[in-house]
């Protein structure tokens, strides 16, 4: 029997955060984290690690441990429920990436913001479950499965149960459609003197650009205004995602390519306007190549 580990601590640094308000949950920060490769052995994630973070997950068992340092003197740390989202990714530099969410009102109450994490030391802890072994849990994974499909069949043939599939796969595209306005009942947006060309989108991008400030665990913010006006996409016109991709040169001549993907914080496709709300550090490379991507900075 191979038993899954039950707890671990792994190091982490954070590449975006993103403060946003949910309907359900308020205000929150989505972070995505990249697990340190130069982490003591003891906090340093493996491959073998991922089924515990899964399990973790999947059992509400991950908290965020964060150590603010107050002139090179780190504090006790403190420990923030946060929840996984999404799935975990590899990034172009060979980075496991994992993406959580935390209430900002978590964080409040123990004194802390987005500062805090840019500038601390930051692990997440992962605690799953203890019941089963490796086996006993694709064991119950699988009776789970054939439980679902005896329940299936005792009600439906199975023409019918392919029919109901393929019903739900219609609906769920059509509902896809209506949100991206792909749909046959939004009309695309086209401009009057373009022919069968769609209007182009009238952007504007609210960056809020960080720096460090003069305390260890401050920072400084500047907020910046740019616009851009960005064709449509020809399949997708009425779809105001901003993607942005970066080329650099790899190994032997090989070009690497990276893309960024933003999506407005709220958009009008009759106007065809859209409002980017972004953050950035001063560092980031991408704020200095903005200007590459069609961004003019207002005055």
Not at 85 to 91: A, P, Y
Request: proline share 3%; charged share 30%; with cysteine.
């Amino acid at each position: 029997m191979t038993q899954i580990n039950t707890y671990g601590i792994f190091s982490v640094k954070p590449t975006t955060i993103t403060v946003k308000q949910d309907k359900d949950a308020g205000w929150v920060y989505d972070i995505k984290w990249a697990f340190t490769s130069y982490a003591r052995e003891e906090r340093k994630f493996e491959v073998e690690h991922m089924r515990l973070l899964q399990s973790a997950a999947k059992a509400g068992g991950i908290k965020l441990e964060c150590t603010v340092m107050v002139e090179g003197t780190p504090l006790d740390p403190v420990m923030i429920p946060t929840t996984q989202r999404g799935n975990i990714t590899i990034s172009d530099e060979g980075e496991v990436l994992v993406a959580t969410r935390t209430n900002r009102h978590e964080l409040e109450e123990r004194g802390l913001g987005v500062e805090a994490i840019l500038y601390a030391s930051n692990c997440l802890e992962c605690t799953a479950d203890a019941q089963q072994t490796l086996e006993e849990s694709i064991q119950t994974e699988l009776e789970s499965n054939r439980e679902e499909y005896a329940q299936l069949a005792g009600t439906q043939t199975l023409e019918e149960s392919i029919q109901a599939e393929m019903d739900r796969e219609k609906q769920l595209q059509a509902d896809v459609d209506a949100l991206t306005g792909k749909g046959q009942g939004q009309d695309d947006v086209r401009s009057e003197n373009a022919g069968d060309a769609a209007a182009p989108w009238d952007y504007t991008l609210i960056l809020e650009v960080r720096k460090q400030g003069d305390r260890p665990g401050t920072s400084v913010t500047e907020t910046r205004e740019y616009h851009n006006r960005v064709d449509a996409q020809a399949e997708h016109p009425n779809d105001p995602t901003m993607h942005m991709v970066r080329q650099s040169p790899g190994f032997g001549g090989v070009l690497h390519e990276k893309t960024t993907t933003w999506q407005p914080a709220e958009f009008d496709a009759e106007t065809r306007t859209a409002v980017f709300r972004e953050s950035l550090k001063a560092s980031d490379r991408l704020v200095e190549d903005l200007v590459k991507y069609g961004w003019e900075l207002k005055a």
